[in-house]
């Protein structure tokens, strides 16, 4: 028991003789190495500084204590999920993969690998240490003359070995220390041996090689394992001060907290009857070797050499999950993932807290990663022994970190922590498979060997590794994958081997390739869907009006009956001219008029429709053409024109004679059928009656009304079910022929409604969209889904097709004028709101403005339009990135750099854009230097569409100069960007440089213009 050992402590150091000084930078070492310890199974929080649930049910305050006299380390990892390897790699500083000891050991020459599948591992040192080796202790006896101390688990070397015992491996005392790497009972009262835990009568009377050798004085005894061994390592530790008068190295490593889980009954009552009664148990393992490490550091205080000791706490590999505890399995070491076995941070991740009197400052708190074998080299130093000027130790990769607990500023070369275990463990799991992993400034990829499969993960980010961005950055992957590649020449790092080919797995590179060629092939195609020249011209338009104006605005319906009186059509102002004049001080571009809305009731004269048009009101005597004079107002103020038709018509469906849906036979037809003179082309199709009205009217609009630039239908119909069918083919082959620059609209091929009435754009609007068909034959359905182009969705398409969004809304509740609504029309905020979600969002915007009866845009809705148009003239009017010169600090394409500069961003000119290489290096930066600081509030990005749409993630950094110190901030983020993006920021920034990150594209990102602008407040 502990509280005993205290006692039996105090006896002996009361009658000590007057000790010896130690000799100068010769500290004492203990090396405190729990087993299969958790990132967070300690009460000391090592994420983000606040106590996890882990951190309040652990009671550890002996290791809080440590903490607060030492350095804790937050991202230390052990140098393999399993023990062998991570013990034998800090007693030689030589990575698993280097040493060849990848797995645990236990009997001579017998592989421990549970059978994979397709692979088998390599021929791997499977006897693990031996006596030959270059060890730890030997260079610490005999460089410096340490007297160095085994107590507990050793599972150096195999049984029957020379390794199997740690006095072979170099240290003087070995207390407890076999080959096996588990206990066969925690229990005195047990033996400690496995008859005994069977609860056999004599305990020793079947031999096990779990069973603790070296502590038969305390048989029969209750006493915890763990308690045991804090006894005699004390007892060692006053032996080496008493009698031995030599610096000492203790390697003290508890079997606990290693299943088999058994509680130490002295703790149990102290948890909650509602845990888990497995995890309680655990939860008194590791309240023991927290006891065991108070009475460990109460024997230095008594023999006052308490400043004379440095004391190291770790763990060889990540915590126990994926059996053996309770509750659900792969959770125990949350927020990591998984746990011992597995390649994710939960079992590899291990907490590291040093004390070095004197050296370290109390309560510091390092981020740098570090490694387990980076713990020879260390240790090593601590002792005044330069690991560098050993001729046997000028391959090894263990990296010397005191200057880290120095607090120094030092030279230091940044490398990459690998691990490899091309073995499969014998518990399944997440991550728990063969593989050989990296991380590199934070970024993690794991190969995983068979397959093969690749993930990655950002763990500044992802601590959690819930977000692969394998498939996201390949470049990033490549660039991982080559240091993996060289790491393994250099160290002569056996893979796995595949069972069907009796050959060695790909090297990384080449591995990689292979799991990537799919993925690049799906962007490479997403990448070359490019928009059409009328697609382009439409995009560019950016903002639109929508008129709704007909027989429903001297209704006060929205949707009429098809049975209406065209006498009751009869506007007493009507002013075209005002209408677009209102339009373009607003910055539209241009106007879609309802020619005929789902009422039938047509605003020009239509030669098919004697009963149902504006030649049968009393406007204008019968004379009037809406049409008409919309179009030659567009064309004097320089805007285009395109008309809404509707499929639908009710009064083609409630007449008695109507063609709607009548059932009639599908003839050869001539379009213009009308006996009228045209002298435009004739066309020829097969159609029913309707569509034969329908294609004449469209013949009318298309070559009377011109030049049009787009024709917006629907699918909305008052009447479903008529049983009438659309002859699409027809119509679209109609407007190509008739008017080419125009695009067809909703239910048609180049654009497509953006999914909602409320002007709203995709958090990431892609215009690359899959379809299951060909576009030619496609009905376009209306598609609202949150996501239509990610790489989820189209990796697995059968066609891809360029099809923009266009969103509508209207000014005011209702899509025709009602007075009722004059005092409803959009505030300025709400129009704005819209207009960045629309145009700022890879959208046109096409903004419903209902004239009244009178025929004039109402009073309310001019004023507010004008005001819009003002603030985003002001607005965008001057570009404060102007002057600014750009500088790309990577995947600059020397084929590309002439012609397609960074400084291209900053010209306006849509026509030239900036380019970057395709899947080579590091994702770009783009670093703008302005001539002074400005202060914006307003950020304007474009990609060169007419390559494609590539880009899917980005950030946007800021630096003013007079406060370098304090350096970047991020100020705006965003996924797609598409023709255009606009970013508002809560508040202005003051920068003279900016910095544009490219985080995730596919194949090749391109920006055609960049800006920055202020918005005043209005």
């Not at 204590?65 to 030589?94: D, K």
């Not at 390794?163 to 076999?178: C, E, K, R």
Request: hydrophobic share 35%; glycine share 8%; proline share 7%.
């Amino acid at each position: 028991m502990i509280h005993h050992l205290l006692c039996v402590t105090l006896a002996i150091t009361a009658a000590q003789p007057a000790l010896l000084p130690l000799p100068p930078d010769h500290p004492n070492i203990i090396l405190f190495i729990v087993d299969d310890l958790g990132w967070q199974d300690l009460s000391v929080p090592l994420y983000n500084d606040t106590p996890t649930e882990f951190n309040q049910r652990y009671q550890t305050p002996n290791v809080k204590r440590l903490a607060e006299v030492g350095m804790r380390f937050t991202s230390a990892y052990a140098s393999a999920p399993v023990c062998t390897p991570t013990r034998t790699s800090i007693m030689t500083g030589r990575s698993p993969g280097q040493s060849h000891i990848t797995y645990w050991t236990l009997h001579k020459d017998r592989d421990t690998s549970t059978g994979h599948p397709t692979l088998r591992p390599p021929n791997w040192n499977v006897n693990g240490l031996q006596s030959d080796d270059v060890t730890l202790p030997k260079l610490l006896k005999e460089k410096v003359g340490y007297h160095t101390i085994h107590v507990g688990k050793a599972h150096f070397g195999a049984h029957d070995t020379s390794g199997a015992d740690p006095t072979n491996l170099g240290f003087d005392v070995n207390i407890a220390g076999h080959a096996s790497g588990g206990p066969a009972s925690y229990y005195g009262t047990q033996h400690f041996t496995v008859a005994g835990r069977q609860g056999k009568q004599d305990p020793h009377s079947a031999e096990s090689v779990w069973d603790i050798p070296g502590l038969e004085k305390y048989h029969g005894s209750d006493i915890y394992l763990t308690e045991a061994l804090a006894i005699e390592a004390s007892a060692a530790i006053r032996d080496a001060v008493l009698n031995v008068h030599k610096p000492f190295y203790l390697n003290f490593a508890p079997y606990a907290v290693h299943a088999p889980i058994m509680p130490n009954e002295r703790y149990l009552d102290q948890y909650p009857p509602d845990l888990n009664r497995t995890e309680a148990a655990y939860a008194t393992m590791v309240q023991t070797y927290d006891a065991a490490l108070g009475a460990i550091t109460e024997t230095l205080r008594d023999l006052d050499i308490i400043d004379d000791t440095i004391i190291i706490f770790t763990s060889d590999n990540g915590g126990l999950s994926a059996h053996a505890r309770g509750g659900d399995p792969h959770t125990h070491n949350a927020p990591l993932r998984s746990g011992k076995g597995s390649a994710y941070e939960g079992g590899i991740r291990v907490p590291l807290i040093i004390a070095w009197p004197g050296v370290t400052e109390p309560n510091s708190e390092s981020h740098m990663p570090v490694i387990s074998h980076d713990l020879f080299t260390t240790i090593l130093m601590m002792a005044g022994i330069e690991a560098f000027r050993v001729p046997s130790l000028k391959s090894i990769e263990g990296q010397d970190f005191t200057w880290i607990l120095r607090d120094e500023v030092v030279d230091f070369e940044p490398y990459a922590l690998y691990w490899h275990q091309p073995h499969q463990w014998g518990v399944s799991g997440p991550g728990i498979e063969p593989f050989t992993a990296i991380n590199l400034f934070g970024m993690k990829l794991i190969y995983f060997h068979a397959g093969p499969r690749f993930e990655l993960y950002d763990l500044d980010e992802d601590i959690g590794e819930t977000n692969d961005l394998c498939l996201i950055d390949m470049d990033e992957a490549g660039f991982l994958a080559a240091w993996m590649d060289d790491w393994i020449k250099e160290k002569n790092v056996q893979m796995s081997i595949d069972k069907e080919t009796n050959q060695p797995v790909p090297m990384p590179s080449d591995a990689l390739n292979q799991y990537l060629a799919p993925e690049k092939a799906m962007l490479e195609r997403a990448a070359n869907c490019v928009p059409s020249p009328r697609q382009i011209a439409w995009q560019r338009q950016e903002f639109a009006a929508f008129v709704h104006f007909g027989i429903n605005t001297f209704t006060d319906r929205e949707w009429g009956t098809g049975t209406e009186d065209p006498a009751l059509f009869n506007p007493t102002d009507f002013d075209a001219d005002q209408w677009v004049r209102t339009f373009k001080e607003a910055g539209m571009k241009q106007v879609i008029l309802t020619a005929k809305h789902h009422d039938g009731f047509c605003l020009w004269p239509s030669a098919y429709n004697p009963d149902h048009t504006v030649k049968n009101s009393p406007w204008k005597n019968g004379t009037g053409d809406v049409v008409r004079a919309v179009s030659d107002a567009c064309q004097k103020h320089g805007l285009n024109f395109g008309f809404y038709l509707s499929p639908a018509d009710l009064y083609q469906i409630e007449s008695e004679n109507g063609y709607y849906g009548n059932g009639s036979t599908a003839v050869s037809s001539t379009i213009p059928t009308s006996t009228s003179p045209h002298d435009g082309k004739k066309f020829e199709y097969t159609v029913d009656d309707y569509n034969r009205y329908f294609l004449n009217q469209l013949y009318e609009l298309l070559t009377q009304y011109g030049p049009v630039n787009e024709v917006w239908f629907d699918g909305a119909n008052p009447k479903p079910g008529t049983g009438q069918t659309y002859n699409y083919a027809a119509w679209y082959d109609m407007i190509r022929t008739l008017a080419p620059e125009a695009v067809i609209a909703i239910k048609g091929p180049d654009v497509r409604w953006v999914g909602n009435e409320a002007g709203k754009g995709r958090e990431s609007e892609w215009s690359v969209i899959p379809l299951d068909g060909p576009p030619q034959t496609a009905t376009w359905p209306d598609m609202t889904a949150a996501d239509l182009g990610s790489r989820d969705k189209i990796r697995d398409a059968k066609y891809l097709h360029w099809h923009p969004a266009e969103t509508d809304v209207s000014i005011r509740p209702g899509w025709f004028y009602h007075a009722s609504q004059d005092d409803q029309v959009k505030s300025l905020d709400h129009l704005l709101d819209i207009y960045y979600a629309s145009v700022g969002n890879n959208c046109s915007l096409l903004l419903n403005v209902p004239p009244d009866r009178r025929g004039l845009i109402h009073e309310n809705d001019v004023a507010r339009l004008t005001e819009f148009g003002d603030i985003i003239r002001t607005t965008f009017s001057k570009d404060l990135a102007r002057g600014g010169s750009v500088w790309q600090e990577y995947g600059l394409d020397p084929n590309l750099g002439e012609t397609h500069p960074p400084s291209a961003i900053l010209d306006d000119n849509h026509d030239a854009w900036w380019a970057t290489s395709d899947w080579e290096g590091p994702l770009p930066k783009l670093i703008i230097t302005l001539p002074e600081p400005v202060t914006f509030n307003r950020i304007m990005l474009q990609e060169h569409i007419a390559n494609g749409q590539h880009i899917e993630k980005f950030e946007i950094d800021s630096l003013l100069s007079t406060n370098e110190d304090e350096g970047w901030h991020t100020v705006a983020s965003g996924t797609t960007i598409g023709y255009k993006k606009l970013i508002r920021l809560d508040e202005p920034v003051t920068a003279d440089r900016i910095r544009i990150r490219i985080l995730s594209t596919r194949v090749r990102a391109t920006l055609s213009n960049f800006g920055l602008y202020l918005e005043s407040s209005h």
